[in-house]
């Protein structure tokens, strides 16, 4: 499909997110894109280590949207091999190790759950285990020679680890590595993720580069709250939001939140206009019509419009 105009597609993607790095290449790929009619490929990665998608997850999803909606390629990790390393990204501890099994198991929830937001009949799906599963132990090493103990010591997640006199394992040091060779894999243009995924999103481009490909763009997006209203949305803080629960379920939930997250929410959740989130989060309007407003609109972008 013809590509919209470059400032129509950047008002639409620069709501909601964080940081575009570096944000005058992005301006030229999306000029370049137009001009060529030329389908940027944007990259999300997620590792199925759980059986949930919750809102959290939907932040990037819904970003990758509207890259779709705007003409260009969504094109989407499955980390069935990174998952049984675990994204150390942001985390205070190690996580959880899980079996090939359960990572099978839970890829398969996760992708029922990713087509309510995203298109997958126009989304081309990879696994990251079809290539690192047949890496020796040679390729890892190779890889490793683009990272130095510096920058990995630097991370602030875990240089608070070290200071708290917590382990920091090696395998979790090779994560930025792998979901960066991921990149190279697909040929990335663009890769989207959380503020605490910088530091991975910026590996890839050195790999990218070093493989003689146009290093990937990274667009960032704040961390959801949950429904506690000050920690991140996650299943492990029972604060989380399930996008495959009923209709009824996901009313309840998104209108027990406290007040102080709903603008987050709207921005990140919805396409409400901002002047509208004003107005609803404005002096002498009741909370919970806003409240209202934003779980019938989440409701229907998830699964219809009548079950709002």
């Not at 490929?41 to 779709?68: A, M």
């Not at 890889?143 to 382990?167: N, V, W, Y």
């Not at 987050?264 to 309007?285: M, S």
């Amino acid at each position: 499909m013809p590509m919209q105009d470059v400032a129509e597609q950047l008002k639409v993607l620069r709501r909601g997110v964080e940081a575009i790095v570096p944000e005058d290449e992005f301006v030229r790929m999306l000029e370049h894109s137009a001009r060529e009619d030329a389908p940027l490929r944007v990259k999300y990665g997620i590792d199925p280590t759980g059986i949930n998608v919750h809102l959290g997850h939907t932040v990037p999803l819904r970003k990758l949207k509207q890259f779709q909606d705007l003409g260009h390629t969504a094109v989407i990790i499955i980390g069935n091999y990174t998952a049984l390393v675990g994204d150390p990204s942001g985390r205070d501890e190690t996580r959880s190790k899980l079996t090939e099994a359960q990572v099978a198991e839970n890829a398969k929830d996760y992708l029922r759950q990713i087509g309510r937001i995203v298109d997958l009949d126009r989304a081309e799906v990879r696994h990251n285990g079809d290539w690192f599963s047949k890496w020796s132990f040679l390729d890892v090493l190779e890889l490793t020679r683009h990272m130095t103990l510096g920058q990995i010591s630097a991370r602030e997640d875990f240089a608070k680890r070290i200071a708290a006199e917590k382990p920091v394992y090696l395998h979790e040091c090779l994560y930025p590595l792998m979901q960066g060779w991921d990149s190279v894999e697909v040929r990335a243009d663009v890769e989207l993720g959380g503020t605490e995924q910088l530091f991975s999103l910026m590996v890839a481009r050195d790999l990218q580069q070093s493989r003689g490909q146009r290093p990937q763009v990274a667009l960032t997006m704040p961390i959801l709250v949950g429904t506690d209203g000050h920690r991140r949305m996650g299943k492990s803080l029972g604060n989380d939001i399930g996008v495959g629960l009923p209709a009824n379920d996901l009313f309840g939930k998104i209108m027990s939140i406290p007040d102080e997250p709903l603008r987050q929410y709207f921005t990140l959740l919805t396409d409400v206009p901002l002047e509208e989130v004003d107005r609803l989060l404005g002096p002498g309007v009741n909370p919970r019509d806003a409240k209202d407003r934003l779980a019938r609109t989440i409701i229907a972008g998830l699964i219809s419009p009548e079950a709002a």
